[in-house]
C-alpha cells in the first residue's frame, strides 16, 4: 500500500539537475527536439500546444462564411474596375478614330477647293486683258508657265527657313556670334515700276562717307528671262530695326552672281567683312566644319536662321567655285551670309532644293577687291572646266589610285571648251594640282589664284597703256598647269601650257533660280491682289 500512495515530490538539489541536464544524452535529446520544433516552425506546422498557434485555433462556421462573403466581393470590385477600364479603353479609341475621319473629310474637301480654286485662276489667261478692258473682274497671269511644268509652289516659304530654337542645341557663343552679325544684315526687295522682282537678303560689308556698301546675289537686279541687268530698278533696304532705306546698284557679276547695293545712310550702319582664310574649306584637314546660315525677311524684319555642315560635294550650279552645306534655307536667304561656329563670315549662300550653295568667302572678297580697282570681276578663261578631286565617285577615284593617285589635293578636268585648251595636252580626267608653280587644294581656291593672277596682270598692263581693252586682245598670259596625266594603264606627271587671250565672261555660268510666275486678281481696274509662284528648280 505504501507504494501506491501520493507522495509529494521530493526535492531534487539544483546542482543534480544541472548535471543531468549537461550529460551527452540530454543534450543530444534536447538537440533533436529543438530541430525537430524548428523544421516544423519553418514548414508553417507549428505544434498545437503552442500558445502562438494562431492557425490552429478552430473557427467557427459564422467567421468562415463571412470571409467566404468578403472574398468573392473583392472578386466582384477587381472584376468591375477591369471592365470600366476597358470600357474606357474603347470609347477613347472610338473618339479617336471619329476625329481622324472627321479631319480627313475636312482636308479632303478643302484640297477639293483649293483645287478647283487654282484651275479657276489657271483658266483666266493673260490674253483677257490685252484688250485694255478692267470694268469686270479679271486676273492676268505674267511670265507665263510653259508646259509641263508641273504644279505652281509658292515663291517664297520662309517656313521651311530655320525654327526660333534653330541655334538651342549650339553654346551661347554661337548664339553671341549669330545676334552680332544679325545686326549687319538687311532684307532686299527690288522693283521695276510696280512690278516686284525679287526678295533677298544681304551683308552690310562696309561704311564709309555716309554710304553703306551690301553685298547680295545678283538675282536681285536680273532680268527674270535673261542674265543682264534691270535698267534702273528700285531697291528697298530693310535694317535689323525695320527702318526702310533706298539703294542704288553698284557692281554686278553674273559669273559669280555677286551684286554690290550703295545705301546712303546719314547715321552709322554696323559692317563685317568676310573671312580671307582658305583653310577652312580644306576637307584634307580635320576640324569642324559647322555653320549657320542666316537670312532676314523684309516685312515684318526678322531674323532667320538655320544651322547645318560644310559637305564635300559640289553643287548644281555651273559655277565650279561653289561649296555646299547641309542648312536648309527659303529663297528669302539668298545673297545672305553663312558664318561658322567662330563668328566668322564664310560665304554668301543661294538657294536650292536639296542643300544650300554658297560662295566662300575668299572668293567674295577677291570680287568686291575688282570692283573697287576696276570696276569689274578680272578671271582668265583657260576654257577648263573642273571639280575638286575629293568629290569624284569611289569608282573614278579607284582607277586613278591603281595608275597612281597624287597627294590630297587638286582638281579633276571633266570638260574641256576652248579652242585655247583643246590645244593642249590636258584631256577630261587629268588631274591639276599646280598652276604657275602654286599648289591648291579644290576648284575654289584654284578660282582665287586666277583672280589674283588677273588682277595684277591687269594692273600690270594698265601702268603701260591704261587705254588697253582686255576682252579682245592677243595672247595677253600664259597658264603652265601641273597636270598628272592618265593614258590607258599609265600615268606621268607633265606641265601643260595653255595660252589665255581673252577673260571670262559674266554671263558663262547658269543660275537655276527659277522666275516667279505672278497671278493678279483686277476688279473694276484695279489690282486687287497678287500672287507669286514658282514651278520648281
Keep these: 500500500m505504501a ?37 516544423s516552425y519553418l514548414c508553417g506546422q507549428v505544434p498545437k500546444s503552442s500558445r502562438y498557434n494562431l492557425r490552429g485555433r478552430d473557427i467557427d462556421l459564422a467567421t468562415q462564411s463571412r470571409r467566404e462573403e468578403h472574398k468573392i466581393e473583392r472578386e466582384k470590385c477587381i ?13 477613347d479609341r472610338e473618339c479617336v478614330d471619329r476625329a481622324l475621319r472627321a479631319r480627313a473629310i475636312l482636308d479632303a474637301q478643302s484640297k477639293a477647293w483649293k483645287e478647283e480654286q487654282r484651275k479657276l485662276r489657271l483658266s483666266k489667261q493673260a490674253g483677257d486683258n ?46 553671341k556670334f549669330t545676334l552680332e552679325l544679325a545686326r549687319c544684315m538687311v532684307g532686299l526687295e527690288s522693283f521695276t515700276g510696280d512690278t516686284k522682282i525679287f526678295s533677298c537678303s544681304g551683308t552690310i560689308v562696309e561704311y564709309v562717307d555716309d554710304t553703306g556698301y ?11 528671262d535673261k542674265d543682264e541687268q534691270v535698267d534702273k530698278p528700285k531697291i528697298n533696304v530693310w535694317l535689323a530695326s525695320g527702318q526702310k532705306l533706298e539703294g542704288f546698284v553698284s557692281n554686278v557679276d553674273f559669273y559669280y552672281n555677286i551684286c554690290v547695293i550703295k545705301v546712303p545712310c546719314t547715321f552709322h550702319l554696323p559692317s563685317k567683312s568676310f573671312s580671307p582664310n582658305t583653310g577652312f ?51 528669302r536667304g539668298v545673297g545672305g551670309p553663312l558664318m561658322d561656329f567662330d563668328g566668322n563670315v564664310t560665304g554668301m549662300n543661294f538657294y536650292d532644293k536639296k542643300e544650300t550653295p554658297f560662295l566662300p568667302s575668299f572668293i567674295v572678297l577677291k570680287c ?20 575638286t578631286l575629293y568629290e569624284a565617285n569611289l569608282s573614278l577615284l579607284e582607277k586613278k589610285v591603281q595608275s597612281g593617285i ?94 589665255v587671250n581673252k577673260f571670262t565672261p559674266s554671263r558663262l555660268n547658269r543660275w537655276p533660280l527659277p522666275k516667279p510666275i505672278i497671278l493678279r486678281q483686277y476688279a473694276n481696274g484695279k489690282l486687287i491682289d497678287e500672287e507669286w509662284y514658282t514651278t520648281g528648280v
Design 406 to 499: 597624287p597627294e590630297r589635293c587638286g582638281v579633276i578636268v571633266v570638260k574641256v571648251e576652248e579652242p585655247s585648251a583643246e590645244l593642249s595636252e590636258i584631256k577630261v580626267g587629268d588631274i591639276i594640282t599646280h598652276v604657275d608653280g602654286v599648289p591648291f587644294s579644290n576648284a575654289a581656291e584654284l578660282g582665287g589664284i586666277l583672280l589674283d593672277m588677273g588682277g595684277k596682270l591687269w594692273l600690270d598692263r594698265q601702268k603701260l597703256n591704261p587705254s588697253d581693252d582686255f576682252n579682245q586682245t592677243a595672247a595677253v598670259m600664259s597658264l603652265k598647269f601641273h597636270v598628272r596625266t592618265y593614258r590607258g594603264d599609265k600615268s606621268e606627271v607633265t606641265t601643260q601650257k595653255i595660252d
Design 281 to 331: 574649306f580644306n576637307f584634307y584637314e580635320n576640324h569642324t566644319r559647322d555653320v549657320v546660315a542666316l537670312g532676314r525677311s523684309c516685312e515684318p524684319c526678322s531674323l532667320k536662321v538655320a544651322s547645318g555642315k560644310l559637305i564635300p560635294r559640289r553643287s548644281r550650279f555651273d559655277c565650279e567655285e561653289l561649296m555646299v552645306s547641309s542648312c536648309e534655307i527659303s529663297k
Design 368 to 387: 568686291l577687291q575688282h570692283f573697287d580697282i576696276f570696276g569689274k570681276v578680272i578671271r582668265p578663261l583657260h576654257g577648263l572646266r573642273v571639280k
Design 130 to 175: 490685252n484688250d485694255g478692258d478692267f470694268s469686270g473682274n479679271k486676273g492676268e497671269i505674267v511670265n507665263k508657265p510653259s508646259k509641263g511644268s508641273g504644279e505652281w509652289l509658292p515663291y517664297e516659304s520662309d517656313d521651311e527657313f530655320g525654327t526660333e530654337f534653330e541655334l538651342k542645341h549650339t553654346s551661347w557663343e554661337v548664339e
Design 79 to 91: 472584376e468591375t474596375k477591369r471592365l470600366r477600364k476597358e470600357q474606357k479603353m474603347r470609347e
Design 214 to 224: 551690301v553685298v547680295t546675289s545678283a538675282s536681285l537686279v536680273r532680268c527674270p
Design 3 to 39: 507504494d501506491t500512495e501520493d507522495h509529494e515530490p521530493s526535492f531534487v538539489p539544483q546542482p543534480l539537475l544541472d548535471a543531468v541536464d549537461a550529460s551527452p544524452q540530454r543534450r543530444e535529446t534536447h538537440a533533436d527536439s529543438t530541430i525537430e520544433s524548428s523544421s
